[in-house]
Protein backbone atom coordinates (compact mmCIF):
# COMPACT_ATOMS: atom_id res chain seq x y z
CA UNK A 1 0.00 0.00 0.00
CA UNK A 2 0.97 3.34 -0.84
CA UNK A 3 1.40 5.82 1.97
CA UNK A 4 -0.57 8.55 2.18
CA UNK A 5 1.92 11.63 1.40
CA UNK A 6 3.79 9.27 -1.33
CA UNK A 7 0.40 8.75 -2.87
CA UNK A 8 -0.34 13.01 -2.69
CA UNK A 9 3.36 13.64 -3.88
CA UNK A 10 3.16 11.49 -6.84
CA UNK A 11 -0.72 13.28 -7.78
CA UNK A 12 1.27 16.55 -7.63
CA UNK A 13 4.03 15.55 -9.94
CA UNK A 14 1.16 14.65 -12.51
CA UNK A 15 -0.78 17.57 -12.24
CA UNK A 16 2.85 19.80 -12.25
CA UNK A 17 3.93 17.66 -15.97
CA UNK A 18 0.63 19.46 -17.40
CA UNK A 19 1.84 22.94 -16.81
CA UNK A 20 2.92 25.40 -19.23
CA UNK A 21 6.46 27.19 -17.95
CA UNK A 22 4.46 30.43 -17.77
CA UNK A 23 1.78 28.36 -15.02
CA UNK A 24 5.25 27.24 -13.21
CA UNK A 25 6.10 31.32 -12.44
CA UNK A 26 2.63 32.07 -11.45
CA UNK A 27 2.57 33.26 -7.86
CA UNK A 28 0.93 30.39 -5.29
CA UNK A 29 -1.29 31.09 -2.47
CA UNK A 30 1.97 30.30 -0.18
CA UNK A 31 3.00 33.64 0.77
CA UNK A 32 6.03 35.25 -1.57
CA UNK A 33 6.38 31.49 -3.24
CA UNK A 34 5.84 30.42 -6.72
CA UNK A 35 4.88 27.21 -8.15
CA UNK A 36 8.01 26.51 -9.05
CA UNK A 37 9.37 27.66 -5.01
CA UNK A 38 6.46 25.32 -3.66
CA UNK A 39 7.90 22.50 -5.50
CA UNK A 40 11.60 23.17 -4.85
CA UNK A 41 10.07 23.21 -0.89
CA UNK A 42 8.37 20.07 -1.25
CA UNK A 43 11.97 18.69 -2.58
CA UNK A 44 13.80 19.96 0.01
CA UNK A 45 10.78 17.99 2.79
CA UNK A 46 11.04 14.83 0.80
CA UNK A 47 15.04 14.89 1.43
CA UNK A 48 14.94 15.93 4.86
CA UNK A 49 16.33 13.58 7.55
CA UNK A 50 17.27 14.52 11.12
CA UNK A 51 20.60 15.10 10.33
CA UNK A 52 19.91 17.30 7.18
CA UNK A 53 17.83 19.14 8.94
CA UNK A 54 19.87 19.94 12.05
CA UNK A 55 22.73 21.19 9.81
CA UNK A 56 20.69 23.29 7.33
CA UNK A 57 18.91 24.91 10.81
CA UNK A 58 22.38 25.88 12.05
CA UNK A 59 23.77 27.21 8.95
CA UNK A 60 20.30 28.98 8.99
CA UNK A 61 20.91 30.04 12.77
CA UNK A 62 18.04 28.12 13.63
CA UNK A 63 15.38 30.48 11.82
CA UNK A 64 12.93 28.76 9.99
CA UNK A 65 11.90 30.68 7.78
CA UNK A 66 15.55 31.03 6.42
CA UNK A 67 16.20 27.66 6.33
CA UNK A 68 13.15 27.25 3.97
CA UNK A 69 14.27 30.07 1.87
CA UNK A 70 17.78 28.08 1.64
CA UNK A 71 15.81 24.78 0.81
CA UNK A 72 14.07 26.52 -2.15
CA UNK A 73 17.14 28.06 -3.64
CA UNK A 74 18.92 24.70 -3.13
CA UNK A 75 16.37 22.47 -4.96
CA UNK A 76 15.15 24.86 -7.44
CA UNK A 77 15.97 23.69 -11.12
CA UNK A 78 17.14 25.93 -13.90
CA UNK A 79 13.66 24.80 -15.47
CA UNK A 80 10.99 23.86 -14.62
CA UNK A 81 11.47 20.22 -16.60
CA UNK A 82 14.65 20.20 -14.14
CA UNK A 83 12.91 20.59 -10.95
CA UNK A 84 9.99 17.99 -12.49
CA UNK A 85 12.60 16.05 -12.32
CA UNK A 86 14.13 16.67 -9.25
CA UNK A 87 10.67 15.93 -7.79
CA UNK A 88 10.21 12.88 -9.82
CA UNK A 89 13.70 11.48 -8.39
CA UNK A 90 12.38 11.94 -4.57
CA UNK A 91 8.57 11.17 -5.22
CA UNK A 92 8.78 7.72 -3.22
CA UNK A 93 10.93 8.73 -0.07
CA UNK A 94 9.36 8.34 3.13
CA UNK A 95 12.50 9.92 4.91
CA UNK A 96 11.86 13.62 7.45
CA UNK A 97 12.49 15.10 10.32
CA UNK A 98 12.49 13.55 13.41
CA UNK A 99 9.33 12.52 15.14
CA UNK A 100 9.36 14.56 18.51
CA UNK A 101 9.73 18.14 15.88
CA UNK A 102 7.04 16.91 13.26
CA UNK A 103 5.10 13.46 13.56
CA UNK A 104 4.36 11.43 10.78
CA UNK A 105 0.91 13.22 10.21
CA UNK A 106 2.60 16.26 9.21
CA UNK A 107 4.36 15.05 6.22
CA UNK A 108 0.93 14.25 4.82
CA UNK A 109 -0.64 17.59 6.10
CA UNK A 110 2.19 19.69 4.20
CA UNK A 111 1.66 17.41 0.91
CA UNK A 112 -2.16 18.21 0.83
CA UNK A 113 -1.93 22.11 1.87
CA UNK A 114 0.84 23.07 -0.81
CA UNK A 115 -0.75 21.17 -3.18
CA UNK A 116 -3.73 23.03 -2.60
CA UNK A 117 -1.31 26.12 -2.36
CA UNK A 118 -0.52 25.38 -6.14
CA UNK A 119 -4.01 24.10 -7.58
CA UNK A 120 -6.48 26.56 -6.21
CA UNK A 121 -4.16 28.96 -7.97
CA UNK A 122 -4.31 27.08 -11.41
CA UNK A 123 -7.71 26.48 -10.96
CA UNK A 124 -6.74 22.47 -10.46
CA UNK A 125 -8.84 19.70 -8.95
CA UNK A 126 -8.21 17.15 -7.11
CA UNK A 127 -10.16 14.33 -5.23
CA UNK A 128 -8.31 13.78 -2.03
CA UNK A 129 -9.12 10.17 -0.34
CA UNK A 130 -11.53 10.58 2.26
CA UNK A 131 -8.78 9.02 4.41
CA UNK A 132 -6.34 10.99 4.04
CA UNK A 133 -7.68 14.34 4.76
CA UNK A 134 -9.27 12.97 8.22
CA UNK A 135 -6.08 11.44 8.86
CA UNK A 136 -4.82 15.36 8.16
CA UNK A 137 -7.72 17.09 10.33
CA UNK A 138 -7.13 14.56 13.37
CA UNK A 139 -3.38 15.57 13.61
CA UNK A 140 -4.37 19.24 13.37
CA UNK A 141 -6.63 19.18 15.77
CA UNK A 142 -3.86 17.24 18.08
CA UNK A 143 -1.15 19.37 17.18
CA UNK A 144 -0.27 22.78 19.09
CA UNK A 145 -0.41 26.40 17.03
CA UNK A 146 3.48 26.78 17.94
CA UNK A 147 3.77 23.36 16.08
CA UNK A 148 1.63 24.64 12.68
CA UNK A 149 -1.57 22.51 14.31
CA UNK A 150 -5.10 23.51 15.16
CA UNK A 151 -5.37 22.53 18.75
CA UNK A 152 -6.36 25.56 20.18
CA UNK A 153 -8.90 26.17 17.06
CA UNK A 154 -10.56 23.09 18.19
CA UNK A 155 -10.66 24.16 21.42
CA UNK A 156 -13.04 27.10 20.30
CA UNK A 157 -14.98 25.79 17.69
CA UNK A 158 -16.43 22.20 16.68
CA UNK A 159 -15.33 21.06 12.91
CA UNK A 160 -17.52 19.62 11.13
CA UNK A 161 -17.28 17.55 7.53
CA UNK A 162 -20.09 17.68 4.96
CA UNK A 163 -18.73 14.97 2.81
CA UNK A 164 -17.12 12.98 5.89
CA UNK A 165 -17.46 10.86 9.25
CA UNK A 166 -15.40 13.88 10.46
CA UNK A 167 -16.23 16.01 13.70
CA UNK A 168 -13.15 17.52 15.68
CA UNK A 169 -13.88 19.85 19.15
CA UNK A 170 -15.90 21.44 21.01
CA UNK A 171 -17.89 24.88 21.12
CA UNK A 172 -20.22 26.87 17.80
CA UNK A 173 -19.76 24.29 14.74
CA UNK A 174 -17.75 25.30 11.77
CA UNK A 175 -19.28 23.01 8.84
CA UNK A 176 -17.35 22.98 5.72
CA UNK A 177 -15.94 19.51 3.59
CA UNK A 178 -12.88 17.78 4.93
CA UNK A 179 -10.90 19.94 2.75
CA UNK A 180 -12.00 23.49 3.70
CA UNK A 181 -11.72 22.41 7.19
CA UNK A 182 -8.35 21.05 6.79
CA UNK A 183 -7.16 24.37 4.82
CA UNK A 184 -8.49 26.30 7.98
CA UNK A 185 -7.08 24.17 10.01
CA UNK A 186 -3.46 24.64 9.05
CA UNK A 187 -4.08 28.32 8.94
CA UNK A 188 -5.02 29.10 5.76
CA UNK A 189 -8.05 31.22 4.27
CA UNK A 190 -8.42 29.10 1.02
CA UNK A 191 -11.73 27.60 1.72
CA UNK A 192 -13.09 30.38 4.38
CA UNK A 193 -15.78 31.08 1.46
CA UNK A 194 -17.32 27.49 1.82
CA UNK A 195 -17.29 27.60 5.86
CA UNK A 196 -20.77 28.05 7.22
CA UNK A 197 -21.89 27.67 10.82
CA UNK A 198 -22.09 29.52 14.31
CA UNK A 199 -18.76 29.47 14.56
CA UNK A 200 -17.29 30.82 11.75
CA UNK A 201 -18.16 34.08 13.26
CA UNK A 202 -15.16 33.08 15.96
CA UNK A 203 -12.31 32.50 13.43
CA UNK A 204 -9.61 34.52 12.77
CA UNK A 205 -10.76 36.82 9.96
CA UNK A 206 -6.42 37.75 8.62
CA UNK A 207 -5.30 35.85 5.71
CA UNK A 208 -2.44 33.13 6.72
Do not use: C
Given at each position: ?V?G??????????????????Q???P????G???????????DN?????????R????A????????????????GA??????????????????????LAA?????????????D?????????????????????Y?A?????????K?????V?????D?P???????????????LL??AT?R?????E??????????TDP?
Amino acid sequence: MVIGWVAERRALIDDLATLTPQQWETPSLAQGWSVHDVAAHLIDNALTTPGRLLRGMAAARFDFDRQNAAGVAANRGASPAETLTRLRAVADRTSGPPTFLAAEGSRLVEEIAHGEDIRRRLNLHRAYPPQSLAEALGYQARTREAMGGAKGLVGRVTLVATDAPVRLGRGPEVRGTALALLMLATGRRHGSSELSGPGVSLLPTDPA
